[in-house]
């Protein structure tokens, strides 16, 4: 055991992955979260015999996740019932769909389908991508909290892949002709909140590994991640405690040595890990004047991502669709400069659905479906009064998907729903700005400028979650906690396993 107390702020993925390892490497871990269940936004929603992922739904890089397992001694098989996806989704533009086949031979045939004569282009891509994705993923493995970590040698070496200056769209543009075919290469952009128009080209590397190395599902619904996190973590020791808010860092001498909770107890330890999302800790997690490069001032002037409307309905007839679809906006670039720049709702929206049921019985009774909307809006910087334009727009949603999908009939079958607005991602769950995705990936916003892991404002404090390097994805959030844990055990001279270089990754 080492004699050193750890308390995490949030118990989200990226906070109970970092419990889960940093328990094991023998520190004394208290997850203090603010809600009654675990999770955060890899929560379960359950609304009667209905189940749903509140957040996460697509599962990449789960060599990742892997790894984090084999870190603790265990493998993640034992812990979570993972399917490989294939088709990994159903692209549904205005005049055709597409199949993404997981395997490269059935995707370049279903290319040759609806784009004939760009099937081959897949073998460009896949091969060009890989080189690039070898040199970059060693950088998602280091923390980048000083000047001179620029010149690490591995940023050196990735330098000549991060197609500088140039966006996603531009970088995909040389793979594929067909405009629609260059849209199902860089829709994933929207997993980041960003559009593909603004979105920095290195991030070729989200379609490179869905089609190198698969999306997945997970049994019961991705929140069965975060669940496996915590049951690890508490089996190596670590106290979760739920409806536990915490009201503020205790910071002396600009150290943090506690929290106090709203319950008015307080906590001391030696360092403090904060997974809350990071513009709301900025903006509540600190006494007045703590925070200075990122006080709520300097905060407003960052660029976050979208925000997303939500409807989670359940239903009580199935659909023989895939268990991902994808309906592009008959404009999809106007649709997101509605969503980024001019920050207004339109008509012509591009909508996900996820009918999890196809794959999993757990979510939903025999004979009914789960179905898991959502649609990419603007961040509440627009100003947009969901409260008031929540019932057209959950209407405008369904009409899109009874006219564009196999869906067709779905209004007269819903038994049950939830819908949240970006107002309720605010409110409710405390995210800044309703911007679900975290603060965006602009140049500007990543490595050394996106806040530290061992955050430079606050001694004794570390950052893990979508809000700190390397970004807002469940790998690159199960990387900070990783990043942030390594970064804990060498402050106290406590051994922990080397992350593996990528080509001695084990991927399935
Ligand atoms: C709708 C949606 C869809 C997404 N889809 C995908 C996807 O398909 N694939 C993917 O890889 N990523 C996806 N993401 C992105 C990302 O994986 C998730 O948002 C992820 O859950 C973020 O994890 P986190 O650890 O950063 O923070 P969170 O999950 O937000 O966890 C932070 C925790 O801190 C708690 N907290 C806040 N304040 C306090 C306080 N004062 N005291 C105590 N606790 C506090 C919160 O209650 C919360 O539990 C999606 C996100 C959203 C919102």
């Known amino acids: 055991m080492v004699e050193k107390r750890i308390a995490i702020i949030g118990a989200g993925p990226g906070g109970l992955a970092a419990a889960m390892l940093l328990a094991r490497r023998g520190f004394q871990v208290h997850v203090f979260e603010k809600a009654p269940v675990i999770g955060g936004r ?40 993972f399917r490989l996806l294939d088709p990994m989704y ?14 490269p031979d059935d995707m370049k045939a279903e290319i040759e389908k ?12 896949l091969s060009a991508e890989s080189k690039r994705f070898e040199k970059l993923y060693p950088c998602l493995q280091k923390p980048y909290g000083t000047l001179a970590s620029l010149l690490s040698s591995t940023l050196l070496a990735a330098v000549p892949h991060i197609s500088a200056g140039r966006s996603l769209h531009d970088v995909l543009s040389k793979y594929f002709n067909a405009e ?20 920095p080209g290195l991030f070729t590397m989200i379609p490179y590994t869905e089609h190198a190395h698969g999306v997945y ?38 150290k943090a040595c506690g929290v ?15 997974n809350a999302d990071f513009g709301y800790a900025m903006s509540h997690l600190f006494d007045e004047g703590v925070i200075r490069r990122y006080n709520p001032q300097a905060m407003k002037k960052k660029r976050f991502s979208c925000s997303t409307f939500m409807m989670y309905l359940g239903v009580d007839r199935t659909f023989d669709t895939q268990h991902h679809s994808i309906v592009f906006a008959e404009d999809y670039k106007k649709n997101l400069e509605d969503i980024s720049l001019r920050k207004v709702t339109s008509n012509d929206i591009s909508v996900y659905i996820r009918n999890s049921a196809v794959t999993d019985p757990t979510s939903a009774p025999a004979g009914h479906s789960a179905l898991y909307i959502l649609v990419p809006v603007p961040n509440n910087s627009s100003g947009i009064r969901w409260s008031e334009e929540k019932h057209a727009y959950r209407a405008r949603v369904l009409q899109i998907l009874q006219q564009r999908t196999e869906f067709r009939d779905l209004e007269k079958h819903i038994r049950t729903e939830l819908i949240i607005t970006p107002e309720d991602w605010e409110s409710g769950k405390s995210v800044f700005m309703g911007a679900t995705f975290n603060m965006g990936h602009g140049w ?21 979650g979508g809000g700190t390097h ?25 051994d922990y396993p080397r992350p593996k270089p990528f080509k001695e990754m084990k991927i399935a």
């Open 42 to 81: 890899n929560a379960e929603v359950v609304l009667g015999d209905y189940r749903f992922d509140l957040g996460p739904t697509f599962l990449m890089m789960k060599f990742l996740l892997d790894e984090l397992f084999e870190e603790t001694g265990r493998s993640s098989n034992s812990y979570l019932d």
């Open 90 to 103: 159903q692209l549904n533009f205005c005049d055709k769909t597409m199949l993404a086949r997981s395997r």
């Open 114 to 125: 609806a784009f004939p004569g760009e099937g081959r282009n897949l073998d460009k891509f």
């Open 180 to 199: 629609e075919l260059r849209l199902a290469f860089t829709f994933q952009s929207k997993y980041l909140g960003m559009s593909p128009w603004d979105c």
């Open 217 to 254: 599902h997970v049994q019961g619904g991705l929140c069965r991640i975060s669940e496996a996190f915590a049951k690890v973590a508490r089996e190596e020791g670590a106290l979760i405690h739920t409806s536990a808010p915490v009201k503020r860092v205790i910071v002396k001498g600009r």
């Open 260 to 274: 106090e909770l709203e319950s008015g107890e307080k906590f001391d330890c030696d360092d403090v890990v904060i």
């Open 444 to 464: 500007n916003q990543m490595l050394y400028m996106r806040p530290h892991n061992e955050f430079e404002e606050v001694g004794n404090t570390y950052l893990v």
């Open 470 to 494: 390397p970004g807002s994805g469940l790998p690159t959030i199960f990387e900070s906690a990783r990043i942030s844990s390594n970064l804990i055990c060498q402050k106290y001279d406590v």
